[in-house]
């Protein structure tokens, strides 16, 4: 896996940006999704796994009782996908990690968190368009016939109604890219997507390592290069107040905005 080590705020935008130029369409349509990380030694374990115990059956009680309690009418339908998607978005422990198709909003959760800023960050691309040529035929199938390079919900509530339908779609682990319903603005100002893996067991970092292609990409932002990309940012008013709208995004936009520098 290719790992860049940028020097400042112009490499890091050559570097998000490298690859986006699409022949087909002769526009700059970038094929990658987006995931900052305020420490770069982290890896990519979801929230379910940290729980520790029996991921798989976890994950139904953790569904089941959030659906049990949750407000009525709280997901759009009653696909478990829709449950999925909402249970993600409000923080229950799943199998889904949080991307974004904008490196921009990537480099915000990568350098948004002061008390990391002794520490790398960095920022992970995924190729998913690649990654979705290795989707079982069912889901290929969908995404050809929709002219889609990402699944929807609805998508793949019809291949597959529940987690465990979609685990029989293919003997072998496999990756997928999901756009997740318009729940609030929150999810459309961080123009947001979710990346799952078939087994609850497996790991998306590990599953990219052993299929040893180009598929990923890490771009490390060095600890000392954070207040330059961070300041950057602000100024493109890339912050907390407009990517969580609401008092709680302004509230940590401010309280970031006027920390001393050291």
């Keep these: 896996m290719q790992e860049i080590r940028i020097s400042g705020w112009e490499e890091l935008n050559r570097e998000l940006y490298e690859g986006s130029w699409n022949r087909d369409l002769h526009r700059f349509r970038a094929n990658f999704a987006y995931r900052g990380m305020a420490d770069a030694g982290e890896d990519l374990t979801t929230t379910l796994m940290r729980l520790g115990g029996n991921y798989r059956e976890l994950e139904l009680h953790l569904l089941r009782n959030f659906k049990k309690y949750a407000a ?3 997901a759009f339908g009653d696909s478990e996908w829709n449950w999925l998607a909402l249970a993600q978005h409000h ?4 199998r889904l990690l949080d991307w974004t198709y904008s490196p921009l909003v990537a480099a915000h959760f ?8 002794d520490r790398d960050g960095v920022i992970w691309m995924v190729d998913y368009v690649a990654v979705h040529a290795l989707l079982p035929p069912k889901l290929k199938r969908i995404l050809s016939r929709e002219r889609s390079n990402a699944l929807t919900v609805e998508m793949l509530a019809e291949a597959a109604p529940s987690l465990r339908g979609m685990e029989k779609l293919s003997k072998k682990d496999f990756v997928l890219f999901l756009e997740p319903p318009s ?4 999810i459309v100002n961080q123009f947001a997507m979710f990346s799952m893996i078939s087994s ?3 790991r998306l970092d590990k599953w990219l390592l052993h299929h040893k292609s180009k598929l990923a990409r890490r771009i490390i932002i060095p600890a000392e290069r954070k207040w330059e990309i961070r300041d950057k940012l602000d100024q493109a008013n890339i912050t907390e ?3 969580l709208p609401g008092l709680d995004g302004l509230a940590r936009w401010l309280k970031r905005h006027y920390t ?3």
């Design 200 to 202: 609850p067991e497996a």
């Design 91 to 94: 923080g229950l422990p799943t």
């Design 241 to 243: 107040r407009v990517l």
């Design 72 to 74: 009525q009418g709280a």
């Design 110 to 117: 990568a350098t948004a968190a002061l008390d990391c800023f």
């Design 183 to 186: 729940l609030d603005a929150r």
């Design 260 to 262: 001393p520098r050291g």
